[in-house]
């Protein structure tokens, strides 16, 4: 047995001399790396956000290429300056959608100033609560209901952004309750079926659906989740549209059921 491997001197030497290959190894490493990544030996993997805008640099460039065959710079400053032109002179016309009016402007203070519409024609039964319902019209309402679900529930039973309309005197009510919420929207408590409701930001208009489509999802609501009511027509809600761009209507404010 050779004596100098139990030696701690030598131990030591070779425990230093080991830990300085792997030092210069290491080193030799980094620089290829280094030099790598200066002169791009290796590649560049790109992210996906990046891959993606390079693709769209490459079509801006091309279609920068493609313009200037095309038009000239002079061309474009003149075809800008008589747009601006056109803008500048033009005369501001009021807005004839409702649903564009800002709250708070005096078109919208006119509004809800305006003459209140008569709401008995409209309450009137259009037929009997119970005559069949136009299938289509119940597929119409079924899929616009989709968006109601969200807060009512997909089966009417309520959440916790919305009250049931299962057992709800609401629904099989007045037409023009249902209509006037959904054109204005509802803020503030609502009693159903014996229990108060109050959600803070209430319901949202829902003004930009046709009056078909409002009138289909009313139709689906009245019968469906154990209620049976006559359907709703186009007619109906078109006669309220008036009330578009008004402040979010309140329980007070409906005909009680």
């Known amino acids: 047995m050779d ?8 131990r030591i030497k070779a425990f230093f001399d080991g830990l300085g290959i792997f030092t210069f190894f290491a080193v030799i490493l980094l ?4 030099m790598g990544a200066l002169f791009g030996w290796f590649g560049k993997t790109l992210s ?18 493609a313009q200037v065959t095309v ?3 002079e061309q474009i400053a003149t075809a800008a300056a008589v747009v601006a032109g056109k803008l500048a002179s033009s005369k501001a016309v009021a807005v004839e959608k409702p649903e564009q009016i800002v709250p708070g402007s005096d078109t919208a203070k006119n ?8 709401l008995g024609a ?3 039964p259009t037929e009997d609560a119970e005559a069949p319902i136009d ?3 119940m597929e119409i309402g079924k899929t616009a209901f989709i968006v109601c679900s969200a807060c009512h529930g997909q089966n009417g039973e309520g959440g916790l952004a919305g009250p049931p309309l299962a057992n709800s005197e609401w629904v099989g009510g007045p037409v023009s309750n249902l209509i006037l919420i959904q054109l204005r929207g509802l803020v503030g408590p609502i009693k159903v079926n014996g229990k108060e409701y109050n959600f803070p930001a209430g319901m949202a208009p829902m003004a930009y659906q046709t009056d078909e489509q409002i009138a289909a999802v009313l139709t689906y609501i009245r019968n469906s989740f154990g209620h049976k009511a006559a359907a709703v027509k186009p007619e109906q809600v078109a006669a ?11 329980a007070v404010e409906l005909i009680q059921p």
Do not use: C, F, H
């Not at 004596?3 to 030598?10: E, F, M, Q, S, Y």
């Not at 309220?240 to 309140?250: A, H, M, N, Y």
């Open 3 to 10: 004596p100098t491997r139990d030696n701690p001197l030598i």
């Open 71 to 73: 038009l000239t710079d």
């Open 111 to 118: 509004l809800a100033d305006a003459p209140a519409v008569d």
């Open 31 to 34: 620089l290829i790396i280094g």
């Open 122 to 124: 409209i309450d009137t």
């Open 135 to 137: 299938p289509a019209v």
């Open 240 to 250: 309220l549209r008036s009330e578009v761009g008004k402040p979010q209507i309140t």
């Open 48 to 65: 996906p956000e990046d891959a993606a805008g390079n693709i769209r640099y490459e079509i801006k460039k091309e279609i920068d290429s």
